[in-house]
């Protein structure tokens, strides 16, 4: 699903070239659930910005279901953010003095495969999956705490059923209870419903909930392993 | 993306920020309203010319007697020369095609009494065709009739204000005696009052039969304008020409230059007339340009405030599939809403605005339909052309920068 072969990113100040991602390779499969763990400047924000479009490398080829995302124009990898990666953020990024379904829906007006008449019945599905109880559905965002609030965000990311979710540090601005209920339920999307899921994060802890872990130190992949999880 | 969810992001972003939406719609409704209500103005002071000049007469040309050749060095004033004849005016019927009629006149201005008033006012003889050249007719009474051209008969048609001066306001004179040059006339009508004042107005005279004027008060046969209508507004020029090379010949003169009459087209006066009240409408509606044109830098400004505060959103909606061409028309979309309800109450209040400049102060207006798409066009010009660059802006935003703006 993904294939990440020889990715370099280098930002060019001035006349100082800063090598951020050194030949980066790794293959991400359909079903995965990833963590790519680091610590800050580590280049793993690059590489998640790489990985879902918003971002090309210097040289090295990203493939995306076995699209060349490096050749796209800007059009086609907006198409590719709409429809098969789904973001999650630290700071949720939700549109504030917006109902919870309106933030959820806001995806779909930028999909139009997808029928309006649609729209209210995956929203639905999109915010059942990821537990938010229907009370609560016709708050507005920031009336929610934040557990609820990255859940929005989870719903959000669902709605297009992209193939691959990206989150990054979802449980950054939460505490280690709500964090803890974010958590499952990324493990719960991709156990249960069989979505691939790459989690960013710098937190060791967060990184023991996915079922690989991609180690990455100064731009370069240290190290690959399977968890072998506790459940 | 739908044009139904552009125009639902349009109207949600406007809601959430009312006040600063409602007044850059301010700056627009009064840049809008004031081009409508200028150039309603610039236009009624031109409707005003213009039909002032239609009520003189239809593809009228006038001769009027102009500077006689002569050796004094004392030049007469404008139509005081007595060059123009009754012969000038039969050859003129006789030897020129296209003309529709020809009304001859002798004019000068009296001393007129009636029962105990009196009054200081221009007397015309003229024929029986004067009125139709004219475009005017009689309010009260009749006309002058042939026979009465015949008979030389002493009978006066008034004017209103002369009426009015000699006998009071709304009274029927008809059969009631006046005065002219201690001759007595007796008043068979009433024209029409046309408005207009000064010395052109066709209000303030006295009409007698033209041979009456000619026996009784100037004593020869000498005109001083022959109004002649020609029969299509095309052939102004032509027949203005044919005139002139026709009297240039009975009178003897070689050089056109040195011609001892003058012929006025109405047409050329319409024209320029209708040039002065046209740059009048120009310079006002310029005027009113200028606070258009504050509106839509209002707009700008808004929208470049916007796009500032709403970055974040911008990288979110990039991040969740938005192409930069879904950005660009979300924020054009909300600057063209904003000067197109603008634009609408603009207009509305330009009309309002016209007619309280009507109902208040003398001056007409006339809001016209194309000032009204004017100002439709250029709301519309400005709410593209000042949206374009904060648009613009937002569409280039790199999404990762725009995430983690603070």
New interface residues.
């Given amino acids: 699903m993904i294939k990440c072969e020889h990715i370099t990113k280098t930002y060019i100040t001035g006349d100082t070239e800063t090598p951020v991602l050194k030949d980066i390779n790794f293959n991400i499969d359909e079903g995965e659930f990833v963590a790519i763990i680091g610590p800050s400047g580590s280049g793993k924000s690059t590489l998640m910005?790489i990985l879902?479009a918003?971002?090309r490398p210097t040289s090295g080829k990203y493939f995306l279901n076995n699209k060349n995302v490096f050749d796209m124009s800007?059009?086609e990898t907006?198409?590719i953010?709409?429809?098969e990666i789904g973001?999650v953020?630290q700071s949720f990024?939700l549109?504030p003095?917006?109902t919870v379904l309106r933030n959820v829906m806001?995806?779909l007006?930028?999909?139009?495969h997808i029928p309006?008449s649609a729209r209210r019945a995956k929203a639905e599905k999109a915010l059942t999956a990821v537990g938010l109880d229907t009370d609560r559905w016709h708050h507005l965002s920031n009336q929610l705490s934040g557990g609820q609030m990255q859940r929005v965000a989870i719903a959000?990311a669902l709605i297009?059923d992209p193939g691959i979710i990206l989150a990054d540090e979802p449980t950054g601005n939460l505490d280690s209870k709500t964090g803890a209920i974010v958590l499952d339920t990324f493990s719960k999307l991709n156990s249960v419903d069989g979505h691939t899921i790459i989690l960013i994060t710098h937190d060791a802890h967060v990184a023991e909930h996915a079922k690989r872990v991609i180690e990455i130190k100064d731009g370069a992949i240290v190290a690959d392993r399977k968890n072998n999880l506790k459940i | 993306?739908?044009f139904?969810?552009l125009m639902e992001?349009t109207f949600?972003s406007m809601k959430?920020n009312k006040s600063r939406a409602s007044l850059t719609i301010l700056g627009i409704v009064i840049g809008i309203g004031s081009v409508i209500a200028m150039i309603s103005v610039g236009q009624g002071v031109s409707a005003g010319i213009t039909s002032q000049i239609e009520s003189l007469g239809t593809n009228l040309l006038v001769v009027s007697p102009g500077q006689q050749k002569s050796t004094s060095v004392v030049r007469g004033g404008m139509g005081s020369a007595t060059t123009l004849t009754q012969e000038d005016s039969d050859a003129i019927v006789e030897q020129i095609v296209d003309i529709t009629a020809v009304a001859p006149t002798v004019s000068s201005r009296k001393q007129v009494t009636a029962k105990g008033t009196n009054t200081n006012t221009s007397i015309y003889g003229i024929d029986t065709k004067y009125f139709s050249v004219k475009n005017t007719s009689v309010e009260l009474g009749t006309e002058i009739t042939e026979a009465q051209l015949k008979s030389k008969s002493k009978v006066a048609i008034l004017g209103p204000t002369t009426r009015d001066d000699l006998f009071g306001e709304d009274v029927d004179p008809i059969g009631q005696k006046i005065r002219i040059n201690s001759q007595e006339y007796t008043v068979i009508g009433v024209t029409v009052a046309k408005g207009g004042t000064g010395m052109g107005s066709s209000d303030d005279l006295i009409y007698i039969p033209l041979t009456t004027a000619q026996q009784y008060l100037t004593g020869n046969t000498k005109l001083s304008t022959i109004n002649i209508q020609v029969t299509d507004a095309d052939m102004m020029t032509y027949v203005e020409e044919e005139i002139s090379a026709l009297l240039l010949a009975r009178h003897n003169i070689a050089d056109a230059a040195s011609a001892d009459f003058s012929i006025m087209n109405q047409a050329d006066m319409l024209d320029t007339m209708s040039s002065v009240s046209d740059t009048l409408t120009l310079l006002l509606g310029a005027i009113a340009g200028i606070s258009l044109l504050v509106g839509g830098i209002g707009i700008m400004n808004m929208m470049l405030t916007t796009v500032t505060e709403r970055t974040?959103?911008i990288?979110?909606?990039?991040?969740?599939?938005?192409?930069?061409?879904?950005i660009s028309n979300q924020f054009l979309a909300e600057s063209v809403v904003l000067t197109f309800i603008g634009g609408i109450i603009g207009i509305v209040l330009g009309w309002v605005a016209a007619w309280m400049i009507t109902t208040l102060s003398s001056t007409t207006t006339v809001v016209t339909s194309w000032s009204i798409f004017l100002a439709v066009g250029i709301s519309a010009f400005i709410g593209i052309v000042f949206g374009y660059y904060p648009a613009h802006r937002a569409a280039k935003l790199d999404?990762?920068e725009a995430?983690r703006y603070q």
Avoid: Q
């Fill in positions: 910005n879902g918003l971002d800007e059009a907006a198409a953010r709409s429809e973001f953020f990024n549109l003095r917006a806001l995806p007006i930028y999909n139009t309006k959000r297009n | 993306m739908l139904s969810d992001e949600f959430s974040r959103e990288g979110l909606r990039k991040s969740l599939g938005a192409s930069k061409s879904d999404p990762i995430l």
